[in-house]
């Protein structure tokens, strides 16, 4: 199956039904029903096949949520065209890269981004684009009313047949998301239509999502999270959704009171911040809802447990990645037990391997193996890592994690050092190279220290020539990565710990203190 049929039952079958509170292209919030965003797809897509889109193109997008990517979204699946998501927080050096590697036909942003697009980067304006589409509709609206009139349909139907529509199998690459190696260069994981029908068919069903449910999207539509899991519930399940700019915890509440929603995706920095509910905000916000769903990074059992205390609600915690989509997820019904992502989800394949590949009994750590419809194909022009990432059909995590005698999974920690802040990766090595090109920085080691809030924070130890200037590092590094990279603080130390073979031991360093 591909999208277009996994949202026929939605968008056609439900046209007149209100599918979605956000902001129109005014700013004021208003609801479309599934039919209007049929329409608004069509749009959409007639706008990009006048600028040249075709099947196969690849189409980028570096913007906040909003409306305008649930058109784009829908109307490159309808065209086969591949959409390419840019982290809305990153700078120059990392948007560049992706787009040098995924060689978009434009990135759809705002003319405040676009500053930071490489030089020579083709780009729309995505206001631009929504007027035009705005325009087009009240074109349509005037022909519609003269078709009427003369009964003369040839003027209608040439603009019917102008709406492009290709072939798309289940094999069509989707999205190409980009998710960082170990090297720090992120790769792109080409994601087919078949791996999000499989992701949202798998979760629709396993959290039992139906038309009634009213789904709160505060997560980021760059990330898969949001995308993969998020929009295409919504879809599938043919609920509500209020779409919201991004997570602002100072008005998440007022979000929760007014709209009331069933269904709410977050990752575990998002609970911490709804902690601060006063207690009977929180179980008033409770009563309505339905499910907590949390992932991308750990939920702290403390975590999960006041949250229970406050809102009356165990979160459910499954486990994910951009390659895979989800994995692991604890049960709607039954135990959904703390520290744990729960058991495989239906159709996903889990094994746990050690070093050499080879099953590991249950109660031991290993690396987690996973195969099933919902694993990417392999990474955009990187034969290489496509080649070391996967073993006999067998998708390679990087996680570690062991299977108690139930079947519940719970995850210990990764292969690389990769830290997961707030729910955004960072790979040190990205920071460490930028650190090492400061003057007087002859050394550079980039960990993950524990933070209440954000889960992880990376602070840099440095072996410097003369003490580090916190302010003239952070300032040096705003202008070159996204601001939840920056280290938020710096050790000298007189040398990094190594391995006799020169490998920095980070677990060595000395224990960072606020
Ligand atoms: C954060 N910021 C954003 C932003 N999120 N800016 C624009 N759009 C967003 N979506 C910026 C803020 O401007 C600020 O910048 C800094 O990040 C921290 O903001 P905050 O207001 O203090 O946020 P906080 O309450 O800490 O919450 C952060 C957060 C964010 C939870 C909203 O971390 C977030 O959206 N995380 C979700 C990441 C995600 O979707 N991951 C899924 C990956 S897929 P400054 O300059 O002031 O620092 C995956 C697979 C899987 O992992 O299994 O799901
Ligand atoms: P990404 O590369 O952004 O897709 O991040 C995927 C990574 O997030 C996984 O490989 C895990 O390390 C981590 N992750 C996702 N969900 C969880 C979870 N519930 N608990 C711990 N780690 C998680």
């Known amino acids: 199956m591909n999208l277009p049929e996994l949202y026929h039952a939605s968008l056609h079958d439900r046209a007149e039904q209100p599918a979605l509170e956000a902001a129109a292209s005014d700013g004021t919030v208003r609801t479309f029903t599934f039919g209007e965003l049929a329409a608004r797809r069509d749009r959409m897509a007639r706008a990009l096949a006048a600028r040249g889109v075709r099947s196969g193109d690849r189409v980028a997008f570096c913007l906040p949520n909003r409306v305008a990517i649930i058109d784009l979204w829908l109307a490159a699946m309808m065209m086969g065209v591949i959409v390419v998501p840019i982290n809305v927080l990153y700078k120059g050096r990392e948007i560049a890269h992706i787009v040098g590697d995924a060689r978009p036909r434009a990135v759809i942003t705002t003319a405040e981004h676009a500053a930071d697009l490489p030089p020579n980067t083709a780009w729309w304006c995505v206001d631009a684009l ?3 589409c705005d325009a087009m509709r009240e074109l349509d609206r005037a022909l519609d009313a003269h078709d009427r009139r003369a009964v003369v349909d040839g003027e209608h139907q040439a603009r019917v047949s102008a709406v492009p529509v290709a072939e798309v199998t289940s094999d069509t690459p989707a999205a190409l998301i980009y998710t960082s190696g170990t090297t720090g260069l992120a790769k792109g994981a080409v994601l087919t239509h078949g791996n999000f029908v499989a992701n949202a068919r798998a979760l629709v069903a396993a959290w ?3 038309a009634t449910d009213r789904y709160l999207a505060a997560l980021p539509l760059f990330h898969v999270h949001g995308l993969g899991n998020g929009i295409q519930c919504w879809l599938a399940s043919g609920c509500h959704m209020k779409l919201v700019a991004r997570f602002e915890h100072e008005r998440a509440l007022a979000w929760f009171d007014a709209y009331r929603p069933t269904l709410f995706f977050g990752v575990p920095t998002m609970y ?8 009977d905000r929180a179980r008033t916000i409770g009563a309505h809802m339905r499910l907590f769903v949390s992932g991308s990074a750990p939920l702290p059992a403390q975590v999960l447990e006041a ?6 609600h165990v979160i459910l915690e499954r486990y994910g990645m951009t ?3 989800m994995n692991v997820s604890n049960p709607l019904e039954g135990e959904r037990r703390a520290g744990t992502v729960g058991v495989p989800l239906p159709g996903v394949d889990v094994d746990i391997r050690d070093e050499s590949g080879a ?7 290993g690396e ?3 195969r099933g419809a919902n694993v990417c194909h392999g990474y955009w022009d990187r034969p290489d890592a496509t080649a070391a990432a996967f073993h006999d059909g067998w998708f390679r995590t990087g996680d570690i994690g062991a299977r108690a005698a139930d079947g519940y999974i719970t995850l210990q920690g990764r292969r690389s050092d990769l830290i997961i802040s707030g729910g955004f990766n960072i790979y040190p090595r990205e920071i460490e190279e930028l650190l090492l090109a400061e003057p007087g920085v002859r050394e550079a080691a980039v960990v993950g220290v524990a933070d209440t809030v954000r889960g992880e924070i990376p602070v840099a130890y440095l072996v410097c ?3 580090p200037d916190a302010d003239a590092l952070t300032t040096s590094l705003r202008a070159q990565i996204a601001s939840f990279k920056l280290p938020r603080a710096y050790v000298r130390v007189d040398a990094l710990p190594r391995t006799a073979l020169g490998k920095v031991q980070k677990h060595l360093l000395p224990p960072y203190a606020p």
């Not at 911490?272 to 207690?279: C, E, G, K, Y």
């Not at 099953?359 to 750590?365: D, F, L, R, V, Y």
């Open 130 to 132: 929504e007027r035009e």
């Open 208 to 210: 039992q999502i139906t």
């Open 272 to 279: 911490v911040r709804l902690l601060d509910a006063p207690p």
């Open 307 to 312: 949250f229970r205390e406050r809102y009356g």
């Open 323 to 325: 390659e895979t989509l």
């Open 359 to 365: 099953s590991i009994t249950n109660e031991t750590a």
């Open 368 to 370: 987690l193996w996973v």
């Open 465 to 467: 020539d003369h003490a």
